[in-house]
């Protein structure tokens, strides 16, 4: 349609329109009111919809209480363990030269509250120094890291005097051998059977000793030692004595 034929189609759609019945048009009118009215409501609907899911997302913690050790020649040489607020966290356990494994995990509630307040007794490590500044032996580079609000506060030791950095080091090494013990027993469960009867004594070494926090994070992993029969006897025996104590808590 060229420019003449449209200026011609416009006229003669006026000359229909000032033709018709007062009443038709006022019609006419009213059905495009109503129209257009449905027509914003519903584009307006839509634009909440959308903008909805967003706004009602709920917004993760940014907030992180970290522990790491390096050691050459240790077991583990390198540890990392990371925890929220919620319990949620991750561990990682490996020799300098290997590559990455994280695993996730997830620690009781007293557990998580129990180290996030030594980490405030502590000023969340703002401006801290624990370094005992004595001659010892490597002990490990630990370093303790709180993380919130996209700030970061970090300290690092080789030994400390202080007691609640001795509590809350001693805490985190707890969790980690909770979860040594779990990665050998899945190892031992899947590709060497005969492993798992040390293993177990080795935990029931370390709950006498008090050497495990969250002890409970074992009990699936007890539990299908104890109900499968492809298991040697001793250690469906250990798994059980360690699974009634760890109940027990």
Known sequence: MTKGDWRLFVGETCDLRSQMHPSLISRQSGILNRFGTRLLLLLASCCWALAAPAQSEPVRSSVTLSYTKVLKDSVPEYLAIAVHPD????????????????????????????????????GNFASLDLESHKQVANLGLKTFTFEAN?????????????????????????????????ASLEYGMKYDHLSLPKELLQIQIDLDNKAMADPQLLVGVLQQIVHNPRYLHVAQVRAQDILQRVQDQ
Do not use: M
């Open 87 to 122: 319990g949620t966290g991750t561990y990682e356990g490996r020799k300098l030269d290997e590559a990455s494994s994280i695993r996730p995990l997830k620690l009781s509630p007293s557990t998580t509250q129990k180290l996030f307040a030594l980490a405030s007794d502590l």
């Open 150 to 182: 996209g700030q970061k506060n970090r300290c690092q030791f080789n030994y400390t005097l202080n007691r609640r950095a001795q509590e809350l080091t001693d805490l985190f090494e707890g969790i980690a051998t909770v979860e040594r013990h779990l």
